[in-house]
């Protein structure tokens, strides 16, 4: 069955740096899109980061604005996992970071890894 297992979260200073990790299995890895989502307390869960498919000759991403120029996604099909290189982190990054994929109509998604910002 499709599972996804997030990894890499913990506590760190403002301005330091995080990166996440998701290990998929149950699917073809490299045939999927891939998405990162947080959900920080007491606010919905929103997307951070989204790449595409690797045989593309350009490979698609996409950030949400408040994390441009800091985070970095990629994917090693290899190792069936998505990263999610995180610098110059901010209190306001504080959230549970989920993992997420489409197959067939269905959406599935991680238990998810808490990355807490705080000095």
């Known amino acids: 069955q499709v599972q996804l297992v997030e990894s890499g979260g913990g506590l760190v200073q403002p301005g330091g740096s995080l990166r996440l990790s998701c290990a998929a299995s149950?699917?073809?890895?490299?045939?999927?899109?891939m998405t990162w989502y947080r959900q920080a307390p007491g606010k919905e869960r929103d997307v951070v980061a989204s790449i595409g498919l690797s045989d593309e000759i350009d490979e698609i991403t996409y950030y949400a604005d408040s994390v441009k120029g800091r985070f970095t996604i990629s994917r090693d099909n290899a190792k069936n996992t998505v990263y999610l290189r995180m610098n110059g982190l901010k209190p306001e990054d504080t959230a549970i970071y989920y993992c997420?994929?489409?197959?067939?109509?269905?959406?599935?998604w991680g238990q998810g890894t808490q990355v807490t910002v705080s000095s």
């Open positions: 997420n994929t489409h197959l067939g109509g269905t959406t599935y």
């Open positions: 149950g699917f073809t890895f490299s045939h999927y899109g």
